[in-house]
Nanobody
């Protein structure tokens, strides 16, 4: 059974940066699309970023130019570098192996952007 463990969340001031990490157990990590989703209180879950097995990336409109997703297949890990954070980025961030609701999800890590 696959396990995904997120880390790196926390409290940061507007304009600050955080780097989220996700360690993934299981086989064939390099073959999977990996993604980060987020959900804020009272809002629907949304895609933040995805990275395919080829390294191709896709970002939600609200984070383009500020966030960068990357992966290290040797470490079976995926990362999300978040720069110029805004209060509206406050949410629980989830690491996902595969695609959306059909994928495998981690427990999430809280990111709070506040002064």
């Amino acid at each position: 059974q696959v396990q995904l463990v997120e880390s790196g969340g926390g409290l940061v001031q507007p304009g600050g940066s955080l780097r989220l990490s996700c360690a993934v157990s299981g086989s064939f990590f390099s073959l999977y699309t990996m993604g980060w989703y987020r959900q804020a209180p009272g809002k629907e879950r949304e895609l933040v970023a995805q990275i395919g097995s080829s390294g191709a990336t896709n970002y939600g409109d609200s984070v383009k130019g500020r966030f960068t997703i990357s992966r290290d297949n040797a470490k079976k890990s995926v990362y999300l570098q978040m720069n110029n954070l805004k209060p509206e980025d406050t949410a629980i961030y989830y690491c996902v192996r595969g695609l959306g609701s059909s994928g495998s999800w981690g427990q999430g890590t809280q990111v709070t952007v506040s002064s």
